[in-house]
């Protein structure tokens, strides 16, 4: 159940790839920034790199994360700008995590102290240098730090369309005029891209994919891609600047540190397969015996996260989460419906035992005609419950 609660604060927190802290530095201009340029005018030897993170051990840390660096040591500048930050002072902030009103923002620290700190903490850290001349080195400069004004640093944050690696993709586009796109990505869907990061945390994989929609089973473009840091630094690798490489020679400043792996019997698809088949065990040598109560236990657990999932999906404003079908087997109303049946004779609820198994073997047979792909963990969920629900409307497999 812990793990479960974890996975689920996970998925509500779906900002978690922004999440690395940031040290704020003095800014360099004033507030009059877009009508009077007071910024210090770069040059050639300025270095203008994009900075890429590893995934780390912590949930919040499980996609990596990106930056920009502005470095020029004759002008004693080192700043890193981060479009992934919030601030956990904010009124109601869990209830606007939940829902999708918290604001993110552009922050802007040290960078070459936040690069030790992450570096030192275990995660890898690449950097690649960008190739821009002069003038596109001051725009990007410039639009950073407007964007870094109080009035222009929050957006609203959304999980693939609007985040901290695709806020960069919009502007280096937007200095170098072409698109920003991984052209060597494969025909993937969001979620298939996502699925390799969640191997180590596999019960963190199982309480997102109950909560993530269909939205998230469509093909990702190769501009769309991007949302990914790795896969946002394999695009800059592989962009133009004109007629020349967009990304210069990347460099590696800290290697990873091999992170902690999941033991495989211990995931949900083993753990809910394995309990199934001994659950079938044990009521076979009890002479094919069962408590209609545990039966009726396990369908309002299950009925219960359906009801969890339907109000988070439909109130949520992250798209993610929108035509989310797992409730079709977290049937809601199985809730209730246990709940009524502690007290109910059994000759009243034999039809909706009859009518949950008529659900569960449909969707056992037809799940693989939806538009959503769904966990695989799921499936021994469902066999279980029709197994459990058949016992109670046949009575030459059961002795009651």
């Known amino acids: 159940m812990i793990h479960f609660l974890k996975a689920v604060l996970f998925a509500v927190w779906f900002g978690q790839i922004l999440s690395i802290s940031a040290q704020n530095v003095s800014p360099l201009t004033s507030r009059n920034l ?36 502005v470095k020029d040591d004759r002008l004693g500048i080192d700043r890193l700008y981060n479009f992934g930050t919030f601030d956990f002072g904010t009124p109601d902030f869990y209830l606007k995590f939940a829902h999708g009103d918290l604001l993110y923002q552009l922050v802007v620290s040290s960078g070459e102290d936040e690069i030790q700190r992450v570096g030192a903490y275990g995660q890898g850290v690449t950097e690649v240098p ?55 990505a494969r025909q993937l869907t969001f979620r298939q891209m996502l699925d390799v990061y969640f191997i180590r945390i596999p ?52 290697s990873p540190e091999m992170l902690p792996q999941p033991i495989w019997f211990l995931s949900p698809s083993v753990l809910f397969s394995g309990g199934g088949l001994l659950w ?47 409730p079709l087997w977290l049937i809601p109303i199985h809730f209730l419906v246990g709940l009524w049946v502690f007290f109910a004779k059994p000759n009243l609820v034999r039809w909706y035992f009859r009518v949950a198994l008529i659900a569960a073997l449909g969707f ?37």
């Open 364 to 400: 056992l047979a037809f799940s693989f005609l939806l538009p959503q792909v769904f966990h695989a963990a799921v499936y021994p969920l469902v066999i279980v419950l029709a197994w459990r629900c058949a016992l109670e409307i046949i009575p030459k497999i059961a002795r009651v």
């Open 34 to 69: 877009p009508s009077a340029i007071q910024l210090p005018q770069l040059r050639e030897s300025t270095e203008i790199s994009l900075i890429t993170y590893t995934p780390g051990e912590e949930l919040y840390q499980a996609f990596g994360h990106s930056a920009i660096r």
């Open 130 to 184: 960008l190739n821009l001349s002069v003038d596109q080195k001051q725009r990007l400069f410039k639009a950073l730090e407007i964007n870094l004004l109080p009035e222009n640093r929050f957006y609203r944050y959304d999980f693939v369309l609007d985040n901290c690696s695709t806020r960069i993709r919009d502007v280096f586009e937007k200095i170098t005029g072409i698109p920003i796109q991984e052209n060597n």
């Open 203 to 254: 019960w963190t994989h199982f309480g997102v994919d109950l909560l993530l929609g269909s939205t998230m089973d469509r093909v990702a473009s190769p501009r769309e891609a991007c949302f990914l840091p790795a896969d946002l630094e394999r695009a800059v690798q592989s962009s133009k600047n004109g007629d020349r490489n967009l990304a210069g020679e990347k460099r590696e400043l800290f």
């Open 280 to 326: 079938f065990l044990i009521w076979l040598l009890r002479g094919r015996r069962h408590a209609r109560r545990v039966t009726v236990l396990y369908l309002t657990v299950l009925g219960a996260v359906g009801v969890f999932v339907c109000i988070f999906s439909f109130w949520s404003q992250h798209r993610v989460v929108h035509e989310n079908y797992n």
